[in-house]
């Protein structure tokens, strides 16, 4: 009976071949060290004692416990061990265990790996960790949802992590698109047509199950915000068919559906305002290193200088780290330079429109990417932005209800709305001392303040703002690190 190989992160492991692969690049090991990979892969997530590795590592041989140390040792930097993931973890006085989700198959000769999923042919910059946390959550959890704002890279992510994992799935890899499906009930077709099924009836889903049956495979269900409720659906159906079945969803709000585990997609860091960098060390950060590569394969030359850094970071953070608006960003970079950018980006929606001509329709203008995510929200969620986008700083649900809530939109509506504009990722929420503040992203803010000038009630809008923070700047009205919080919006409210 031929051995097991496994699967770990971006490796697969081959006992019966002694080889260890990264992609389909052999990676360099002695044997002794294969073989104390292989055996704690194979008990993983099992400690196993040192007396255990020494005893059938180097059976009938006497050997110092520095030995074993030396091999560990090159395995770890054969591994990158812990650049993000962990592998190899030492167990104190006991001995070690091997840290990473594991999976196993029965290698059954040579096959062709069936996939419905496109190659990237980008780079994925600033991505490593991300990918890694999914990767080492997927095969425990077989559901993940990536969410996140339009632009940040929920695709790309889940492409990665699907590249990486595919040879886990020997029945294969599918991708269906549903950007395009606006019809519930076209979602299970397109599902259909990525498996290659005739469509033969109204509800193809029974069909799918039917064609999956015990087979092992990764189905990736992306761009699911416009049909939520049926992709959460069929997402359930999918699992509930068969323990064998994965899915990756990718939407800008989770689906809430049964057994999901949500990854947000964080936005790619930047330089915090108070580090002084030059511009090798800028590079360290994901935006900025995006903003240079993609600014480099431009039609005009581009090298970062020390004193475009704190501009370049600023517009970076400015543009809420989205990697989508950063290279938009990018690709004007040669006609205005970096300075010239940062001028401009308060008329960011005129100047950012140089996306892929290939690109989906969403993705060519910065824009297209805020159309879709505004059309795709209540007519009560789209006022709610649009009046809330006054507020240039944080701010607590007591100044969203004075702000926004009337008559037609009463309190209990606002804090509803405020929920729902933060799961669908164009708000943001987050601790501050005892209180919850939020914060639009900016370039929904922006997108929404526009909205908000061509509104009747603007200048009621912008009152009831004024109103609000000449209340809460008495100290009588609220303690002094509050009032030295909302000192910069209470100025711009007053002004």
């Not at 699911?224 to 992709?231: A, D, G, I, L, Y």
């Amino acid at each position: 009976m031929r051995r097991d190989e496994f699967f770990f992160g971006p490796f697969r492991l081959a006992p019966e071949r002694a080889l260890l692969l990264e992609g389909e690049t052999p990676v360099r090991l002695g044997s002794r060290a294969l073989d104390i990979l292989t055996l704690l892969v194979e008990r993983a997530p099992e400690t196993v004692t040192h007396q255990e590795i020494l005893s059938q590592v180097w059976s009938n041989t006497f050997v110092d416990e520095i030995n074993l140390r030396v091999h560990l040792n090159t395995l770890r930097k054969a591994l990158r061990d812990g650049q993000p993931a962990r592998y190899i973890v030492n167990t104190p006085g006991r001995g070690y265990r091997f840290a990473a989700p594991v999976a196993r198959r029965r290698p059954v000769g040579k096959s062709t790996l069936h996939s419905s999923v496109p190659n990237s042919l980008t780079k994925l910059v600033g991505r490593s960790e991300e990918v890694q946390a999914i990767m080492r959550e997927l095969p425990q959890r077989r559901f993940v949802t990536i969410t996140g704002p339009g632009g940040i890279g929920k695709t790309s992510v889940a492409l990665e992590v699907v590249h990486q994992l595919a040879a886990t799935y020997p029945d294969g890899v599918y991708m269906a698109d549903l950007a395009s499906v606006s019809d519930p009930r076209l979602v299970a077709a397109a599902l259909a047509s990525a498996f290659q099924i005739p469509v033969l009836f109204d509800s193809p889903l029974p069909a799918v199950l039917n064609h999956l049956g015990k087979k092992q495979v990764l189905i990736v269900l992306d761009n699911c915000e416009q049909v939520v409720e049926t992709s959460a659906s069929v997402a359930e159906s999918l699992l509930r068919a068969s323990p064998n079945i994965s899915v990756i969803a990718t939407s800008r709000e989770p689906l809430r559906a049964e057994g999901e585990w949500v990854f947000r997609l964080p936005p790619l860091a930047t330089p915090h305002p108070s580090e002084r960098l030059d511009a090798a060390q800028a590079l360290a950060f994901p935006a900025i290193k995006l903003f240079v590569e993609r600014a480099e394969c431009g039609s005009e030359p581009f090298s970062l200088t020390d004193s475009d850094v704190p501009i370049l970071a600023d517009l970076c953070r400015s543009l809420d780290g989205i990697p989508l608006a950063i290279e938009f960003a990018a690709a004007r970079v040669g006609l205005f330079g970096v300075a010239g950018l940062a001028a401009r980006l308060d008329d960011r929606f005129t100047l950012l429109t140089r996306g892929r001509r290939t690109a989906p329709p969403r993705h060519r203008t910065l824009r297209a990417t805020l159309d879709w995510s505004f059309n795709l929200l209540s007519a009560s969620e789209r006022t709610l932005l649009t009046r809330l986008s006054v507020f240039r700083a944080p701010f607590t649900k007591e100044a969203a209800i004075a702000v926004a809530a009337c008559e037609k939109v009463p309190a209990s509506e606002v804090l509803d709305g405020l929920t729902d504009l933060t799961a669908k990722s164009l708000a943001t929420a987050s601790l501050h001392g005892s209180s919850v503040v939020y914060r639009l992203l900016e370039t929904a803010r922006v997108y929404a303040a526009a909205k908000l000038a061509a509104d009747y009630q603007q200048d009621e809008i912008t009152r009831r703002h004024a109103e609000y923070f000449r209340k809460t700047m008495s100290l009588a009205e609220c303690g002094a690190e509050r009032q030295l919080y909302f000192a910069d919006e209470a100025r711009a409210a007053i002004a």
